[in-house]
């Protein structure tokens, strides 16, 4: 899918300006420094113009009826940020010094999720590419970068962005954001994007002024669901599915992140999520395309493989079940959405053996049952962390786990999940035990600030670490001191238990490209057992090849008999012939 719907259509020395205004009887291009042109009316409520000698970098909008003057939907670049003109952007390929690159094999990934505005000091795709060298010898082998679709204001998620082709104007212009994925692949990193489907931000999206972008056939948690399957939702879901394209097309991302796909409600004969999926791997080619979805249903059926292991539709899913079990031990922690996974070895050793902790049980802080049966999928469908912007973020004050959990409980998780079979994911900072924290940020007008203020107490309230009273000392999201609060401190890995904890990682990533990653096309669940806190989990690694990790997360020594058989590859903490010490994790290999 080379051709958008979408867009500026540059032809030679012509470029045809397209936009669907269904709502409308007329619609004006308006040019900078040039009267407002009228444009020809189509069918389904497409207009065109085309225009003669425009060259890159003019600015342009679009005129409605009712004298409201809008943004390309599709815009490219917006310089003036999201209620300004778009910048016409295009007309020459961008000079890729690795134009051949093919990706990389799923099994080889080692995720590293960023937020680009907080990552460097100068928080651009610019200064991310300073870091790429730290992060090949850290080990890493994708980046996943938190949304970069513009959104109001300078900070932010990225989660409540309005115009999903144009990159966020505060970190760089559509050509930086390539030189970083440009860069990226020069070291052998692939590049992936959160992307969001299921909503849209409340300040700057004016497609519902022209076009049915809602419906009020579902609902979400942020208003009427986006329009799918309603009245007119065939360029809605062009708008969306083209998109997909365009990222993996336009700046050869190698895969992409799909937020909250539970929050997408589709009743078309065929799934927005099935034409996502093949979309992308059609616009990829003949190049790897890794597809991962955050799923709160824990519905497993999108994760299903072919007879030949090949995903049919989405490669992995963000697994916070296995995160939730592994703070908690380190942590003891048990209020909130905690409480279902605490105090229960059995739930670590099933997140680690089978991936969902809950496969079709009551969940009591959902009050519902969760999830599908995920024990027959292979590890690999299953991205582990320890770490996350929504885990950290969501709590009260953003804090880390390195505020709330031992350095060596920390070491020990860090143990578990990074040699597991699963694909593993580090959030920023993560692998020195950064301190600074990651909550909540964004840059809206002070009514819709105040809003936010009030509607993040409320949702807090509901999770881990937040109470009445954290409520009155929790960072204000609004102000700009919250945002530089998040940027990492570059001189803290050079600290002495910071720099312990970074050789750590990489003694550990290092080990798994090595000795695990080579296996795991042939990798599945053997057994899992737990005695006491004791959890016990062995993985077949091909025919005569197996992985065993014991671990004692819990801070009380456990005893017991022998020790684990087999070559031992890593180690923390004491285990000797009658007890393994607290936070004890031993891998062997037999």
Same mark, same amino acid.
């Given at each position: 899918?080379?051709?958008?719907?979408?867009?500026?259509?540059?032809?030679?020395?012509?470029?045809?300006?397209?936009?669907?205004?269904?709502?409308?009887?007329?619609?004006?291009?308006?040019?900078?420094?040039?009267?407002?042109?009228?444009?020809?009316?189509?069918?389904?409520?497409?207009?065109?113009? /085309?225009?003669?000698?425009?060259?890159?970098?003019? +600015?342009?909008?679009?005129?409605?009826?009712?004298?409201?003057?809008?943004?390309?939907?599709?815009?490219?670049?917006?310089?003036?940020?999201?209620?300004?003109?778009?910048?016409?952007?295009?007309?020459?390929?961008?000079?890729?010094?690795?134009?051949?690159?093919?990706?990389?094999?799923?099994?080889?990934?080692?995720?590293?999720?960023?937020?680009?505005? =907080?990552?460097?000091?100068?928080?651009?795709?610019?200064?991310?590419?300073? /870091?790429?060298?730290?992060?090949?010898?850290?080990?890493?082998?994708?980046?996943?970068?938190?949304?970069?679709?513009?959104?109001?204001?300078? +900070?932010?998620?990225?989660?409540?962005?309005?115009?999903?082709?144009?990159?966020?104007?505060?970190?760089?212009?559509?050509?930086?954001?390539?030189?970083?994925?440009?860069?990226?692949?020069?070291?052998?990193?692939?590049?992936?994007?959160?992307?969001?489907?299921?909503?849209?931000?409340?300040?700057?999206?004016?497609?519902?002024?022209?076009?049915?972008?809602?419906?009020?056939?579902?609902?979400?948690?942020?208003?009427?669901?986006?329009?799918?399957?309603?009245?007119?939702?065939?360029?809605?879901?062009?708008?969306?599915?083209?998109?997909?394209?365009?990222?993996?097309?336009?700046?050869?991302?190698?895969?992409?992140?799909?937020?909250?796909?539970?929050?997408?409600?589709?009743?078309?004969?065929?799934?927005?999520?099935?034409?996502?999926?093949?979309?992308?791997?059609?616009?990829?080619?003949?190049?790897?395309?890794?597809?991962?979805?955050?799923?709160?249903?824990?519905?497993?059926?999108?994760?299903?493989?072919?007879?030949?292991?090949?995903?049919?539709?989405?490669?992995?899913?963000?697994?916070?079940?296995?995160?939730?079990?592994?703070?908690?031990?380190?942590? &003891?922690?048990?209020?909130?959405?905690?409480?279902?996974?605490?105090?229960?070895?059995?739930?670590?050793? +099933?997140?680690?053996?089978?991936?969902?902790?809950?496969?079709?049980?009551?969940?009591?802080?959902?009050? !519902? /049952?969760?999830?599908?049966?995920?024990?027959?999928?292979?590890?690999?469908?299953?991205?582990?962390?320890?770490?996350?912007?929504?885990?950290?973020?969501?709590?009260?004050?953003?804090?880390?786990?390195?505020?709330?959990?031992?350095?060596?409980?920390?070491?020990?998780?860090?143990?578990?999940?990074?040699?597991?079979?699963?694909?593993?994911?580090?959030?920023?900072?993560?692998?020195?035990?950064?301190? =600074?924290?990651?909550?909540?940020?964004?840059?809206?007008?002070?009514?819709?600030?105040?809003?936010?203020?009030?509607? +993040?107490?409320?949702?807090?309230?509901?999770?881990?670490?937040?109470?009445?009273?954290?409520?009155?000392?929790?960072?204000?999201?609004?102000?700009?001191?919250?945002?530089?609060?998040?940027?990492?401190?570059?001189?803290?890995?050079?600290?002495?238990?910071?720099?312990?904890?970074?050789?750590?990682?990489?003694?550990?990533?290092?080990?798994?490209?090595?000795?695990?990653?080579?296996?795991?096309?042939?990798?599945?669940?053997?057994?899992?057992?737990?005695?006491?806190?004791?959890?016990?989990?062995?993985?077949?690694?091909?025919?005569?090849?197996?992985?065993?990790?014991?671990?004692?997360?819990? !801070?009380?020594?456990?005893?017991?008999? &022998?020790?684990?058989?087999?070559?031992?590859?890593? !180690?923390?903490?004491?285990?000797?012939?009658?007890?393994? &010490?607290?936070?004890?994790?031993?891998?062997?290999?037999?």
């Amino acid at each position: 899918m080379t051709q958008l719907s979408f867009g500026p259509l540059f032809e030679h020395e012509n470029i045809t300006f397209r936009f669907w205004a269904p709502k409308h009887k007329s619609i004006m291009l308006r040019l900078a420094g040039i009267s407002d042109l009228a444009m020809e009316a189509h069918d389904n409520g497409w207009f065109t113009r /085309r225009v003669d000698g425009v060259a890159p970098g003019s +600015r342009y909008s679009f005129v409605l009826s009712n004298g409201l003057v809008v943004p390309d939907p599709a815009s490219r670049y917006q310089p003036d940020d999201v209620h300004g003109a778009s910048e016409l952007v295009g007309g020459k390929e961008f000079p890729w010094s690795r134009p051949q690159w093919k990706g990389r094999p799923w099994n080889e990934m080692v995720i590293y999720e960023l937020h680009v505005g =907080t990552f460097t000091e100068a928080g651009t795709f610019t200064a991310a590419i300073e /870091r790429l060298d730290y992060l090949r010898q850290l080990g890493v082998t994708a980046l996943q970068l938190m949304p970069v679709a513009d959104f109001r204001g300078g +900070r932010g998620w990225g989660y409540d962005g309005v115009l999903p082709y144009a990159p966020e104007s505060s970190y760089g212009r559509p050509e930086d954001l390539k030189a970083l994925i440009d860069a990226a692949h020069e070291r052998e990193i692939c590049c992936f994007l959160d992307v969001v489907y299921n909503h849209f931000g409340p300040d700057g999206n004016y497609i519902p002024a022209y076009a049915p972008l809602f419906s009020d056939k579902h609902s979400s948690p942020w208003g009427d669901g986006v329009n799918y399957d309603d009245e007119g939702s065939s360029e809605v879901r062009k708008f969306v599915v083209e998109n997909v394209a365009y990222w993996i097309n336009e700046f050869r991302f190698d895969g992409l992140r799909f937020d909250a796909v539970h929050a997408i409600k589709d009743d078309s004969d065929q799934h927005l999520l099935a034409l996502i999926a093949s979309t992308a791997k059609e616009a990829a080619g003949d190049r790897h395309v890794h597809l991962i979805v955050e799923n709160e249903d824990n519905a497993s059926d999108l994760l299903e493989r072919d007879a030949n292991g090949i995903p049919k539709l989405y490669t992995a899913q963000w697994n916070d079940d296995i995160h939730h079990v592994l703070h908690s031990a380190a942590t &003891g922690e048990d209020f909130g959405y905690y409480a279902d996974y605490a105090h229960d070895p059995d739930k670590i050793a +099933r997140a680690l053996s089978e991936g969902f902790v809950f496969q079709g049980e009551q969940m009591p802080y959902r009050g !519902s /049952r969760r999830g599908q049966p995920s024990r027959h999928l292979p590890p690999t469908a299953f991205i582990s962390f320890i770490q996350n912007h929504d885990q950290v973020g969501n709590r009260a004050f953003g804090d880390r786990l390195s505020n709330v959990a031992s350095l060596q409980a920390i070491k020990a998780l860090a143990g578990a999940y990074l040699l597991a079979p699963q694909i593993p994911m580090i959030f920023q900072g993560e692998e020195w035990n950064a301190r =600074t924290p990651f909550p909540y940020f964004c840059d809206f007008d002070e009514e819709l600030n105040e809003n936010v203020r009030k509607g +993040r107490r409320e949702e807090l309230s509901r999770l881990p670490g937040f109470d009445d009273e954290s409520a009155k000392l929790a960072p204000d999201p609004t102000t700009l001191g919250t945002f530089l609060s998040a940027k990492l401190n570059w001189q803290e890995p050079a600290q002495a238990d910071n720099a312990a904890m970074l050789d750590t990682y990489r003694e550990l990533i290092a080990l798994r490209h090595r000795e695990i990653v080579p296996h795991l096309d042939a990798c599945h669940t053997e057994y899992a057992r737990t005695s006491g806190h004791i959890v016990e989990v062995c993985w077949s690694l091909g025919i005569d090849r197996r992985l065993l990790l014991v671990a004692n997360l819990s !801070s009380e020594v456990q005893r017991q008999q &022998g020790v684990p058989a087999g070559r031992s590859i890593w !180690s923390t903490g004491s285990i000797d012939t009658r007890a393994i &010490g607290a936070w004890s994790v031993v891998w062997t290999i037999d």
